[in-house]
């Protein structure tokens, strides 16, 4: 038999072994080096998989976060100004109250922040001023959208910084109660945590599916016998 260890995260998760089907020949180097790179390779996925789910969390937190707040927003316009005034104050998403041409009428500390600006900066700005123009159209549509239907609707998007960098955003626009004269209410969320785990995810993928074909080619090469993982033992 040949043994090989598994672990993530630098803690024991079972043992790759191989067996030989034919008693009269041994296992060589070359054997242990093969049954190495496939260790290698299911190690590699096994923490792709807890990076996966790690990311799925943080996305279902943050969609769970912008419905909360989303729906704490609505209400508050829905009964009082001075309710929605102090969400602007403390909430930890990107709040902005914009009229239906796309000018920023009120926006929030957090806005500010994803966004790279001062609020004085932004209340004499629009949408189209720290969008990037490639999500212009998409940008405009919702909003189209949301003023024909009613309904609240989001897209990703690339915000652009003063210096020119851009930044991933989820921002979801919904329309105010008629007082408000059709104004949108609009809640930014930042993804730039979510990009970087989503491309990490990309090149984990990547390096896995270089590490098959490697093992592919090796397997065939050296005709290494066949294995079980046992991921408890």
């Not at 104050?89 to 001062?118: K, Y």
């Not at 989001?154 to 008629?178: C, E, F, I, Q, T």
Request: proline content about 5%; overall charge negative; some cysteine.
């Amino acid at each position: 038999l040949l043994l090989i260890p598994l672990h993530r995260a630098g803690e024991p998760v079972g043992i790759l072994w191989a067996a030989m089907h034919r008693p009269e020949r041994g296992f060589d180097r070359e054997d242990a080096r093969l049954l190495q790179t496939l260790a290698c390779f299911v190690e590699a996925g096994l923490g792709m998989l807890g990076a996966l789910a790690i990311a799925d969390s943080a996305r279902q937190s943050a969609d769970d976060r912008i419905r909360a707040l989303f729906d704490q927003a609505e209400g508050a316009v829905r009964d009082r100004e001075s309710r929605l005034a102090a969400i602007f104050a403390t909430a930890p998403v990107g709040l902005s109250e914009v009229s239906p041409d796309g000018r920023f009428l009120r926006v929030n500390a957090e806005l500010c922040r994803i966004l790279g600006r001062s609020e004085s900066e932004l209340l004499g700005m629009g949408i189209a001023d720290v969008s990037a123009p490639e999500d212009l159209p998409s940008s405009f549509r919702v909003i189209a959208e949301v003023l024909r239907t009613g309904q609240p609707c989001g897209l990703d998007k690339r915000y652009r910084h003063p210096d020119g960098s851009l930044v991933w955003a989820n921002s979801r626009v919904s329309r105010m109660d008629p007082a408000s004269g059709g104004n949108l209410l609009v809640a930014t969320v930042d993804l730039s945590a979510r990009r970087r785990a989503e491309s990490a995810l990309r090149t984990s993928e990547e390096r896995l599916a270089s590490e098959e074909q490697r093992l592919r080619l090796a397997l065939e090469v050296g005709r290494l016998a066949t294995w079980d993982w046992d991921p408890i033992t």
